[in-house]
């Protein structure tokens, strides 16, 4: 799913045409950077992506002061129904990606077995470390953001402390997978 797309379309259809420039301070007054993985300095682009794709066009040109003519843009009729359609499947297919660490360990390389322990040692203290920059910047934000933004922040929080329970997991199994990489397996 995009998130970027999800949040122009959204935004176009609750508030309004408007230009890049009105998007992208719209971004920044909610704080999106913030809270999901959408940059601010990405917006230009999908506006020029969902124009190409016939979900928003111009509806207007307009000039404000000295600055140059900005193009407003709106949601098309296909626009609006991409977002219906975008909203529903983000909200109703459950989407847990693999992650390559699971096959790295379950395939360890036998030349690299000794480092395994320093390396998953590692994994969990830069989790620890994300987790905790995680929680102070949560704090820092939290003044600005929605109830509903808020417990979207709070969906990070719990699966980061998911990932280190598992790599906890993981690095006091170290010594049993090495031991089970070295076994002579039987081929048959």
């Known amino acids: 799913m995009s998130t970027i797309r999800l949040f122009v379309l959204d935004s176009l259809a609750r508030r309004g045409a408007m230009h890049g420039h009105q998007m992208r301070a719209l971004a920044d007054e909610e704080h999106v950077d913030q809270w999901t993985d959408i940059t601010v300095g990405s917006l230009y682009g999908a506006l020029k992506r969902l124009e190409a794709d ?3 066009e111009a509806v ?12 407003v843009l709106g949601i098309t009729a296909a626009g609006r129904a991409a977002l219906s359609r975008l909203h529903a ?3 109703n297919e459950v989407g847990l990606r693999p992650d390559p660490v699971d096959l790295a360990v379950a395939r360890p390389q036998p030349d690299t077995l000794d480092d395994l322990p320093d390396v998953v040692a ?4 830069a989790l620890r470390d994300a ?12 003044r600005y953001l929605t109830v509903a933004e808020r417990l979207s922040v709070s969906h990070t929080t719990d699966r980061l402390r ?3 329970t598992f ?5 006091a199994s170290v010594p049993e997978i090495i031991a089970d ?8």
Request: proline letters at 6%.
């Open 122 to 125: 590692a994994r969990l203290a």
């Open 162 to 164: 998911a990932e280190i």
């Open 131 to 142: 987790l905790d920059h995680h929680d102070q910047h949560r704090a820092q934000i939290d």
């Open 167 to 171: 790599h906890e997991r993981l690095l």
């Open 60 to 71: 207007r040109t307009e000039r404000e002061g000295n600055y140059p003519e900005r193009r």
């Open 181 to 188: 990489e070295r076994s002579p397996k039987d081929p048959s």
């Open 89 to 91: 499947a983000t909200l």
């Open 54 to 56: 016939g979900l928003i």
